[in-house]
Every structure is written in structure tokens, then in C-alpha cells.
């Protein structure tokens, strides 16, 4: 398992717009929606269609410890003082397509039965993040929601006092026009006065889903490969079934996945393997079974790989071992509390470097394995998953990596990752 040490406590997302505070108070009680009954009131047909399906999730809110949900009235959405945890902004630079554009509901502690019906209902969604609050039934479906948008990690932005909106120009306040920047910001040090010079740490066009710690139960959406993700955070739920295929479908997006803890089952996905652009790939202590696709020999900017706390069996890859070689990204491969019967030699350096975790396993002369009669008794067990091809044709930009021009693998901290700061926000 991954030893975790994060320094980072919370994570700002900052919009072309105003971030209110929370507001601390006593639990609201559920509130019918107000009506307001002329579409004049709104500036476009947009938040007029947010102010609907804003005000039909918040009838099935059951517990709002902070009191968030009192500040969602009249037609003000994106106002200074109204609707914390909504942030706008304009998809297209257009000043009349101003729309609900983000969602940061982090440690607010909202109860709803359900998300469906809500952020597969705000088409110009593009960040949702909502640790810490108990929204149960499934996953919502991702693929309807069309916009991407650019999306900088910065690792140690200092905060504002006033938390007014700050873009990469200079311009602080709010503002309703121009391309949205969001801005992550990691880090546990106090409000300071002076936000100094801030220089974009490689931007991507992104899309953000971070929902750790919400009681998610129920599959993962088999069509969840046809959306545009790059982060996607869902540790400590409690998801079950297996990892769908369509995941192969986000090879050119994808940046992080992040599944740990969870109740996942099935053999391990070959299309896992395709997810070239991926540098964190995170699916430890589930009910995963299975060999290790040679398709993952094709992760090639892969940086974290953590399989931990499943029930996979069989040889580990020398070729996935391979990819914290020369010219390699892997600098973690975490496959302790499997069922793995042997290493090659790639992944017999990796053990002496301290690069490849294979504890509690069944690897003959290694120590800290498990019980020959633990082991035995696995074996025993019927194995209905495919055995490991021999051969696999990695996806090109895969190729294109390997091909580059060998450089030093870097170990980067955790709280450097998006997917891992939010664990511990």
C-alpha cells in the first residue's frame, strides 16, 4: 500500500470569479424551490436552466450541517453572496453565455439519496469537486457534459485574504468574459496578504471529477470511458463491479485515476493499458483479480501504479518493471497483498531500489510473503480471468514515448498529484 504524506490540507480552486466563504450555522431544513416565474430575471437561458436544477437537487438535500444550501435563493447564481460552492463563468468568452461552470463542494457534509439528475443536468459543468459529503446511488453519466477547459496545478500559490478571483493576467474580481482558468492550489499555509508573481505550471485542457469519501455505491457507468476526464477521483466508496472497458476510450485524456478503496471486482482490464497519458493510476485495496495485462507494458508516462489489496495472481510483467528503466517515468509500482508467484530480473532490481512493493504475496525467496498454506489455498481456487498475452500493440503515442530521448526519472511527492492532494484536503 501507498504511504501517504501529504502536507496538503486544501485545495482552492480559483475561477474568473468571486470564492465566497462558508458560512457556519445551524442545519437548514429542506426547502421547496422558491418560484420565481419570469426568465427575465436571469441574464440567459443558462442559469435560468441552473437555477432549475439547482433548486430540484437542493429539495433532496436531507442534512446541511454548514448551511450552505440558505444561500441558494432568488436569481442571483453567480452573485458575491449567493450560491456558495457555484462558480461561473463563460465557455465561449461570450459575455451573454455566462454559466455555472464549476462546482467546489468540499467538506460542506451535504446528505442527497442521489447526483443523478443534477451535474449530468448542468451541461457547461466543467470541474466537481465534493469530498467529504454523502451523496449515495450511482455515478452520474459524464459523456453528456461537452466543455473542457484549462486547467493549471500550482504547487504553492500562496491564498488571498479576501479570496477574490485572480486569473494568470492580473485582473483580480469578478469578472464574466475570456477563457476560464482554474487554478489548484496545494498547500497549508495561513492567509498572507500579496499574491506576487504567478506563472502557469503546464496547463491541459481538462475535466475534473474529484468525488473521494461520498459513500458512492452501485458499478462504475459502463460508458464512463466516452467522456473527456482527465482527473478522476473516487477513493474510499463504495463502488463494486468491475472496472469498465471504456476506460481504453480516455487513452488521450486521461491524466490520473484515482479508485482506491473501494469494493471493485473483475479481472484486471486490458484497456487499462491503454491509457498512455496517464502518470497515476490508483486501483489498490479493492476485489481485483486477474494477471496483469501485458498491455500494461504500453503505460508509458505512468509515474504511480498501485495495485495493492487485491487478488491479483501470477507473474509481474518484466516489461512493466521495465518502465522504471532507462528513460523510464515509474517511480512507485505497488503490488503488495497479491497473489504473485514470481519476478523477473528487471522487476528483481526494482525490488533493491525500493521502486516495487511486493510484500505479502507468494514469491519463493522473498521475505514478508505469505503463508505457504495461505497460498495454497488461492491456487485451489477456480481462475476464470484470461491468462497474460504474449505480445500487444501499444497505442502510438506509447511508441512515441518510448522512442524519446531517455531523461532521469523524477520522484515527485504525493501532494503533487491532483487526484492525491484531494485525498487530504
Same mark, same amino acid.
Given at each position: 500500500m501507498l504511504n501517504l504524506r501529504l502536507p496538503t490540507q486544501c485545495l482552492l480552486l480559483v475561477l474568473c470569479s468571486y470564492v465566497p466563504a462558508i458560512v457556519s450555522g445551524p442545519a437548514a431544513h429542506p426547502v421547496q424551490p422558491q418560484k420565481i416565474?419570469?426568465? =427575465?430575471?436571469?441574464?440567459?437561458?443558462?442559469?435560468?436552466?441552473?437555477?432549475?436544477?439547482?433548486?430540484?437537487?437542493?429539495?433532496?438535500?436531507? =442534512?446541511?450541517?454548514?448551511?450552505?444550501?440558505?444561500?441558494?435563493?432568488?436569481?442571483?447564481? &453567480?452573485?458575491?453572496?449567493?450560491?456558495?460552492?457555484?462558480? &461561473?463563468?463563460?465557455?465561449?468568452?461570450?459575455?451573454?453565455?455566462? !454559466?455555472?461552470?464549476?462546482?467546489i463542494w468540499n467538506g460542506y457534509g451535504l446528505r442527497a439519496p442521489r447526483l443523478r439528475g443534477f451535474i449530468d443536468q448542468l451541461p457547461d459543468l466543467a470541474f466537481f469537486h465534493a469530498a467529504s459529503n454523502y451523496f449515495g446511488s450511482d455515478i452520474?453519466?459524464? #459523456?453528456?457534459?461537452?466543455?473542457?477547459? #484549462?486547467?493549471?496545478?500550482?504547487?504553492?500559490?500562496?491564498?488571498?485574504?479576501? !479570496?477574490?478571483?485572480?486569473?494568470? =493576467?492580473?485582473?483580480?474580481?469578478? &469578472?464574466?468574459?475570456?477563457?476560464? #482558468?482554474?487554478i489548484i492550489n496545494v498547500t497549508m499555509k495561513p492567509f498572507k496578504k500579496g499574491w506576487g508573481h504567478i506563472s502557469p505550471f503546464g496547463g491541459t485542457n481538462a475535466r475534473a471529477v474529484l468525488l473521494n469519501y461520498n459513500d458512492l455505491a452501485g458499478p462504475l457507468p459502463e460508458d464512463i470511458g466516452f467522456s473527456k476526464l482527465s482527473y478522476l477521483a473516487l477513493a474510499n466508496n463504495k463502488l463494486t463491479g468491475p472496472i469498465p472497458p471504456s476506460f481504453g476510450h480516455l487513452q488521450d485524456s486521461l491524466l490520473e485515476v484515482l479508485l482506491l478503496n473501494n469494493q471493485l471486482s473483475g479481472c484486471l482490464p486490458h484497456e487499462l493499458g491503454m491509457l498512455t497519458k496517464a502518470t497515476v493510476i490508483?486501483?489498490?485495496?479493492?476485489?481485483?483479480?486477474?494477471?496483469?495485462?501485458?498491455?500494461? =507494458? &504500453?503505460?508509458?508516462?505512468?509515474?504511480?501504479?498501485?495495485?495493492?489489496?487485491?487478488?491479483?495472481?501470477?507473474?509481474?510483467?518484466?516489461?512493466?518493471?521495465?518502465?522504471?528503466?532507462?528513460?523510464?517515468?515509474? !517511480?512507485?509500482?505497488?503490488?503488495s497483498g497479491n497473489y504473485f508467484t514470481s519476478v523477473g530480473p528487471a522487476c528483481a532490481a526494482l525490488i533493491k531500489d525500493g521502486v516495487l512493493d511486493v510484500k505479502s504475496n507468494c514469491i519463493p525467496g522473498l521475505a514478508n510473503q505469505r503463508r505457504p498454506a495461505e497460498c495454497a489455498a488461492f491456487r485451489s481456487q477456480p481462475k476464470t480471468c484470461p491468462a497474460a498475452s504474449t505480445q500487444v500493440a501499444c497505442p502510438a503515442a506509447a511508441a512515441m514515448v518510448a522512442t524519446a530521448p531517455a531523461g532521469e526519472r523524477k520522484v515527485r511527492d504525493y501532494s503533487s498529484y491532483v487526484t492525491y492532494a484531494t485525498l487530504h484536503d
Open positions: 416565474s419570469q426568465y =427575465s430575471y436571469f441574464p440567459n437561458e443558462h442559469l435560468y436552466h441552473a437555477y432549475l436544477v439547482i433548486q430540484r437537487f437542493k429539495s433532496t438535500i436531507t =442534512s446541511d450541517p454548514k448551511n450552505i444550501t440558505a444561500t441558494w435563493t432568488d436569481h442571483d447564481i &453567480c452573485g458575491k453572496t449567493r450560491y456558495l460552492g457555484f462558480y &461561473c463563468a463563460t465557455p465561449t468568452g461570450q459575455p451573454e453565455d455566462l !454559466a455555472v461552470t464549476g462546482i452520474p453519466p459524464l #459523456n453528456i457534459l461537452p466543455y473542457m477547459y #484549462n486547467l493549471d496545478v500550482i504547487d504553492d500559490l500562496p491564498a488571498h485574504p479576501e !479570496a477574490d478571483a485572480y486569473t494568470n =493576467s492580473g485582473f483580480h474580481g469578478p &469578472c464574466v468574459t475570456g477563457v476560464i #482558468n482554474l490508483d486501483a489498490g485495496v479493492n476485489q481485483l483479480t486477474g494477471p496483469i495485462p501485458t498491455s500494461f =507494458s &504500453c503505460l508509458s508516462s505512468v509515474e504511480q501504479l498501485n495495485l495493492a489489496g487485491n487478488r491479483l495472481y501470477g507473474e509481474v510483467p518484466d516489461a512493466l518493471c521495465k518502465l522504471a528503466g532507462h528513460g523510464g517515468r515509474l !517511480a512507485n509500482l505497488t503490488l
